[in-house]
């Protein structure tokens, strides 16, 4: 591969005129039926289905695996290979355990909180379709046990589904091994703030897809074959980066997920951070963060007057970054976060603007980005 070219002949190439913007009504309007739909993990191939849907016009073909990745690609001839990635999954529920008088115990898939559960209503997912039911909770005057009030935990939160027995819930079609999602729906707070459950992180699958949109109404024409990656079972374990970042094998992986806003109550900066919804992207540092690649994106913001925020991790980035980075002989990969309040609830929130800045600090970097650049710290 030939060397990066030198900081004092890089310019980022501009995009003609166009009117083409992120977020227009056509792109709302597949957010919210995207973000309604659920995809939990193991379980995301509808959601993809919607997604390629969406992508369709703006890629040359799409490359599936068997765990329900999905990849659009620009230029699958290209031989430099540059992937844009989030994951499509959201967390949720199993059914465990059935009692004798029809009540319901579940197990975690991904990162599902137990103390939000109380009162939710939830989908269960059966052959013969979904099931409702609510978690259950007693009264606040009778669920006094000893001094101290008992909270929400793992083994005390259950789901009623209106059964009186074991075998009316199994006549229902539920059974060890269901799948439960909160049917918690998308809404816009105060106009410009975005409300769902599973903004976590199918806002991702969406921005890479609008990115796919602006590259096509803006006429920009990619010199390199660029791999539009929505990625399965990142909430288990990044396990959907794992497998398609092996058969891809890309040269450049820019990922977006992502991150804590911070100034809400009960968060403490001086531990996880001082970043707000608003005040832009975050872009990540860790040792999984190729320096170069992160501080070509940093120029792009600054060149483009896109605001950003900056955010270490120690160790792993825990984001499909890690699993592309450390894949094949090592991948220049970085990571840019979309703030966001209230991780793993189903009232996440993110700032429409934020959203907007990431679509174009993506765009406006790969139009900075040209075939044979290895990143490298020696060239």
Known sequence: MSKSPSKSTKTTRKSPKSSATPLDAGAMTFLERYLNNASP??????????????????VDEFITDTYGTAVGVINPQADY?????????????YVNYITDSGLIYVIRNGGSDHQIAPSKRVNIHTDNGIVQGVFGWPAIHTRRQGPKEKPPELDNIFIDVGASS?????????????????????????????VCRAIDNRIGGFMIAEVARLLK????????????????????????????????????????????????????????????????????????IQNKLRERLIKVA???????????????????????????????????????????????????????????LIYHTLLDIEPGETFSYFD
């Open 41 to 58: 993990t193991g379980y995301e191939w509808e959601g993809q289905k919607l997604w390629m849907e969406y992508l369709r016009p703006y």
């Open 81 to 93: 290979k540059v992937v844009i990635e989030g994951h499509a999954d959201e967390i949720s529920w």
């Open 166 to 194: 074991k075998d009316e819930v199994e006549a229902l079609g539920v059974h060890v091994g269901c799948v439960i999602t909160y049917p918690d729906e998308f809404f816009v707070l105060n106009g410009d703030k975005l």
């Open 217 to 288: 109404a803006r006429k920009q024409k990619l010199n390199f074959g660029l791999y539009i990656v929505n990625a399965v079972q990142e909430e288990v374990g990044l396990r959907g980066a794992e497998m398609i970042a092996e058969r891809l094998d890309p040269n450049v992986a820019i990922v977006t997920d992502v991150s804590h806003d911070t100034s809400t109550p009960m968060i403490e900066p001086r531990r996880e951070g001082a970043n707000k919804i608003g005040d832009g992207p975050v872009i990540c540092y860790a040792p999984a």
């Open 302 to 360: 600054t060149e483009q007057k896109i605001p950003f925020q900056r955010l270490p991790r120690s160790r792993a980035t825990g984001t499909d970054t890690d699993a592309f980075a450390y894949s094949n002989s090592g991948v220049a990969s970085a990571l840019i976060s979309l703030p966001l309040r209230y991780m793993h609830t189903t009232v996440e929130m993110v700032h429409k603007q934020d959203v907007e800045h990431v679509i174009e």
